[in-house]
């Protein structure tokens, strides 16, 4: 849910979808597949005479979450954004839970996320402080794909560490684990790094090599198991010393509490766009904030804009762990916003303008435009 009481009623007038294709200046690879490419969706929301920008972080491929760019584009087109026309946008609120709409957290997170940018702009007030954030850098981490050997995998790692990332994330999956991460302590025997499976193992098959991992003191392991797991994640946890956390398997607050009941884990990675947008971020923050959980923010490859809203969330209290967001210049040969992210001393500054605090490159992104829908009210 926004905050109880948005600014002042206003009406929004127009929502513009857009799809626009950008390179990765690096092939991306996680168990599920890779990417090479993000189909970016951004969506602008504008209402007496401000703009609230939110990016849906949907992939190409069903591989992470059963959405897709195509399946939050209709949804988006045919659904949610001629429903918001209708409404002004105090009553768009209602829109955020959606009663009517099950499932596509990563369609609604776009509306509501928008939403967000839009009311802190009117404000304005930064988007971290309607949030109820309070850091003003955040620490961070980078997220490294797999890579086709070993050496690649250990330059890219020193590379990063030597940037001043405070946390190194392994993507693994079956055959590229165990012997991988041994290289890696063996040259970074002390470095901050955590492995990341995707969902690439079960219980009980793959319980030994799993608890084998324990001898490379990771800072967690990420969603080892099934993407809607959390039973079978309960007992891994029992039966490994290195904290479990979750990724994929949590979508609501709801999957949170069940987590925390059951001890699945003790760590989660939060997603804005994976659970529904900013509010139920919140929601699952101060869940695991009073359970002792720490929490951090996740990625999902976004350009400036996602990475904007990633960054002001992440600046809650209970985000005490580096969050993957990196700088622009390790996803984009160019980004969308300006200033561009950069961090100094593994620290991302947030943005001190109102709402997301960076600014849409307009010509940019009209440029690189391939579909886009106008709604009007
Ligand atoms: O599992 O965290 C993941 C990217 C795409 C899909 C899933 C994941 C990721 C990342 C990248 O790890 C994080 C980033 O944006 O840097
Ligand atoms: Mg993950």
Same mark, same amino acid.
């Given at each position: 849910?926004?905050?109880?009481?948005?600014?002042?009623?206003?009406?929004?007038?127009?929502?513009?979808?857009?799809?626009?294709?950008?390179?990765?200046?690096?092939?991306?690879?996680?168990?599920?597949?890779?990417?090479?490419?993000?189909?970016?969706?951004?969506?602008?929301?504008?209402?007496?005479?401000?703009?609230?920008?939110?990016?849906?972080?949907?992939?190409?491929?069903?591989?992470?979450?059963?959405?897709?760019?195509?399946?939050?584009?209709?949804?988006?087109?045919?659904?949610?954004?001629?429903?918001?026309?209708?409404?002004?946008?105090?009553?768009?609120?209602?829109?955020?839970?959606?009663?009517?709409?099950?499932?596509?957290?990563?369609?609604?997170?776009?509306?509501?996320?928008?939403?967000?940018?839009?009311?802190?702009?009117?404000?304005?007030?930064?988007?971290?402080?309607?949030?109820?954030?309070?850091?003003?850098?955040?620490?961070?981490?980078?997220?490294?794909?797999?890579?086709?050997?070993?050496?690649?995998?250990?330059?890219?790692?020193?590379?990063?560490?030597?940037?001043?990332?405070?946390?190194?994330?392994?993507?693994?999956?079956?055959?590229?684990?165990?012997?991988?991460?041994?290289?890696?302590?063996?040259?970074?025997? $002390?470095? %901050?790094?955590?492995?990341?499976?995707? @969902?690439? !193992?079960?219980?009980?098959?793959?319980?030994?090599?799993?608890? +084998? =991992?324990?001898?490379?003191?990771?800072?967690?392991?990420?969603?080892?198991?099934?993407?809607?797991?959390?039973?079978?994640?309960?007992?891994?946890?029992?039966?490994?010393?290195?904290?479990?956390?979750?990724?994929?398997?949590?979508?609501?607050?709801?999957?949170?509490?069940?987590?925390?009941?059951?001890?699945?884990?003790?760590?989660?990675?939060?997603?804005?766009?994976?659970?529904?947008?900013?509010?139920?971020?919140?929601?699952?923050?101060?869940?695991?904030?009073?359970?002792?959980?720490?929490?951090?923010?996740?990625?999902?490859?976004?350009?400036?804009?996602?990475?904007?809203?990633?960054?002001?969330?992440?600046?809650?209290?209970?985000? $005490?762990? %580096?969050?993957?967001?990196?700088?622009? @210049?390790? !996803?984009?040969?160019?980004?969308?916003?300006?200033?561009?992210? +950069? =961090?100094?001393?593994?620290?991302?500054?947030?943005?001190?303008?109102?709402?997301?605090?960076?600014?849409?490159?307009?010509?940019?992104?009209?440029?690189?435009?391939?579909?886009?829908?106008?709604?009007?009210?």
């Amino acid at each position: 849910m926004l905050p109880e009481r948005l600014h002042k009623r206003m009406n929004i007038r127009r929502a513009v979808l857009r799809e626009l294709p950008l390179q990765l200046t690096e092939f991306f690879e996680i168990s599920s597949g890779g990417t090479q490419a993000r189909r970016i969706v951004l969506l602008t929301l504008e209402a007496d005479g401000v703009e609230g920008w939110s990016e849906c972080v949907a992939g190409d491929t069903p591989g992470y979450s059963y959405e897709t760019t195509d399946t939050a584009w209709h949804v988006l087109s045919r659904w949610l954004l001629p429903a918001l026309m209708e409404l002004d946008a105090d009553d768009a609120r209602t829109l955020v839970p959606a009663p009517w709409l099950r499932g596509h957290p990563m369609a609604r997170a776009a509306v509501e996320m928008a939403l967000w940018d839009l009311e802190s702009k009117r404000r304005g007030v930064r988007l971290r402080d309607l949030l109820g954030g309070v850091a003003e850098a955040v620490p961070v981490g980078v997220s490294i794909g797999i890579q086709r050997t070993d050496a690649d995998l250990v330059e890219r790692v020193g590379r990063y560490l030597a940037e001043g990332y405070r946390k190194i994330k392994i993507k693994i999956k079956s055959g590229r684990d165990i012997e991988m991460l041994r290289t890696v302590r063996d040259h970074f025997p $002390t470095a %901050p790094v955590m492995a990341d499976a995707n @969902s690439a !193992y079960a219980l009980p098959a793959d319980l030994d090599r799993l608890a +084998a =991992m324990d001898e490379f003191d990771l800072m967690m392991i990420e969603q080892p198991l099934s993407h809607d797991d959390l039973l079978d994640h309960a007992t891994l946890q029992r039966c490994i010393e290195t904290p479990v956390c979750l990724d994929e398997s949590i979508r609501s607050h709801g999957d949170v509490r069940l987590a925390l009941h059951l001890g699945s884990g003790r760590i989660v990675n939060i997603k804005p766009g994976r659970v529904g947008g900013l509010a139920s971020s919140l929601a699952i923050h101060d869940a695991c904030r009073a359970a002792g959980w720490p929490v951090w923010c996740g990625g999902m490859l976004e350009s400036g804009i996602g990475r904007a809203h990633n960054v002001a969330l992440a600046s809650l209290p209970g985000f $005490t762990l %580096p969050g993957d967001i990196s700088n622009s @210049s390790r !996803y984009w040969a160019e980004d969308i916003v300006y200033p561009e992210f +950069a =961090m100094a001393d593994g620290l991302m500054p947030v943005p001190d303008g109102a709402g997301i605090g960076v600014t849409p490159r307009k010509d940019r992104i009209d440029r690189l435009t391939t579909r886009m829908e106008v709604f009007e009210a």
